[in-house]
């Protein structure tokens, strides 16, 4: 697995670049625009272009984009959801712009939908629209699940299952992003070899191997099933050293991308989290090695 972070764009992405290069990253996932804003100008082709130049030269690669929060797939408010399809197809025109090998989205809230079948079907149509309106370079959606607040849709292995089975059946390119706090929040036990083995399970029989292409690598501080989305640094929470080196450990996530979403000061926050990632995978592929302890 490749290892990164969620990196910054302020100071434009040619800075992005290098401050990925100086902070250990060899993927990284980024915002194409602001992610608590409907609209935004336009990307500069120019800049996308030397942005994709410098992430090959300096060999971070995949790319992910990370849609905006304020889109809902599962909307039923008319308004919102003309919103949600816009801003969506907006961001896989952003997307295949700057060259990324998805858009993670989550799959928001359920609102008036208490029916299962009812918020895939207008999950499925939200896509849909959103990928008619940004053409055939757009790359596939990367679906997040969540922690399971309040009405969170895309908590549990089955739910991720049929709305990603949904999607593809539409034709619609996807794929899934497993995020480690949220599945651990949601219930999802991923501290050793033995969760992720029935979680990996479960999807490979419902969706076919290998549907995760992203792990968002985040520990949490709350503890199994506490529905509470809350990072942590990596091993100082509940998911443990234990739960990301059998994350290494699995054969079927080798060819995923690790990226990790941390609170606290830049650069310290995503080199020292990049750094024990690593150190991790490097003990996980020593046969038999022991995970060492942090200096």
Known sequence: MRIGAHVPVAHGLLTTV????????????IFSKSPRQWKNPPRDPDEAAAFRVACAAREVAPVFTHASYLIN???????????????????????????????VCHLGRRFAFDDEDAC?????ETARRAFDLAGDDAPPLVLENSAGAGRQFGVTPDELALVLNA??????????????CHGL??????TGPAGWDVLLDRLDELCGPPPVVLVHANDCKGGLGSRK???????????????????????????????VEMPGKI???????????KRLRAASAAPGGPVPERA
Not at 233 to 258: H, K, N, Y
């Open 73 to 103: 797939l599962g909307a039923d408010d008319p308004d919102q959801w003309f919103k949600s399809i816009t801003v969506l197809g907006d961001e896989l025109v952003r997307a295949a712009l700057l060259g990324a090998a998805g858009v």
């Open 167 to 180: 999607v593809r059946d539409a034709g619609v390119p996807a794929a899934l992003c497993f995020d480690t």
């Open 229 to 259: 989305d809350r990072h942590e640094w990596i091993g100082d929470g509940c998911v443990g050293e234990s739960g990301f080196a059998a994350m290494f450990a699995q054969a079927r996530l080798a060819g995923a991308a690790a990226v």
């Open 267 to 277: 650069p310290v926050k995503d080199s020292e989290n990049v750094s024990r990632l």
């Open 120 to 124: 895939i079907a207008r999950v499925v």
């Open 185 to 190: 929040a949601a219930g999802i036990d991923v």
């Open 18 to 29: 290098e401050y990925a290069v100086e902070t250990g990253c060899e993927t990284i996932q």
